[in-house]
């Protein structure tokens, strides 16, 4: 508690409250801005929570496809495969970008201590592993299907 001196009087007490409410002042809008910065961490979490979903989403449907490993049985059959091959993995080539995207909204996350990494970062590195696999996926297919047209060539010859 601030005890005015009697000698100083009444300047010294008014330039003691002008402090006082400077430092109110400045201790408000101190509050403001953090509470300012979590609502834009939290937004930007919303995002990633947003996109993940999507992302997750995407690559289940592709393991569906991918999954399939039947070709077909006949030369023509094997060759429309092969350009299914390509169109999906033109398709990775073209999705690569979103999962970079979502790995910097983490990285955002992170470097501004998000409090709740610890989910974000398990959702990333699962997205990013069901991505890595299914590249293995896809390259797993294009030689079982190089294999099979192989076969399908020597048959014939």
């Not at 999507?54 to 592709?62: F, V």
């Not at 094997?78 to 979502?102: C, Y």
Request: glycine fraction near 6%; hydrophobic fraction near 45%.
């Amino acid at each position: 508690m601030y005890k005015v001196n009697e000698a100083a009087g009444l300047p010294a007490l008014q330039r003691v409250w002008q402090w006082l409410e400077e430092s109110e002042l400045d201790f408000s809008d101190r509050i403001t801005m953090a509470l300012r910065q979590q609502q834009a961490l939290e937004d930007l979490a919303k995002k990633f929570r947003r996109k993940a979903a999507l992302r997750e989403g995407w690559l289940q449907d592709r393991w569906t496809v991918l999954s399939d490993m039947t070709f077909g049985e006949t030369l023509l059959e094997l060759e429309a495969a092969g350009h299914k091959e390509d169109s999906i993995a033109t398709m990775l080539d073209a999705f690569a970008p979103r999962v970079n995207a979502l790995s910097s909204i983490h990285g955002m996350l992170a470097d501004k201590g998000y409090h709740g990494i610890e989910a974000v970062t398990d959702k990333m590195e699962a997205i990013l592993s069901s991505w890595s696999g299914l590249q293995g996926m896809l390259e797993t297919r294009r030689l079982a299907l190089d294999h099979e047209y192989q076969v399908c060539l020597a048959i014939l010859i």
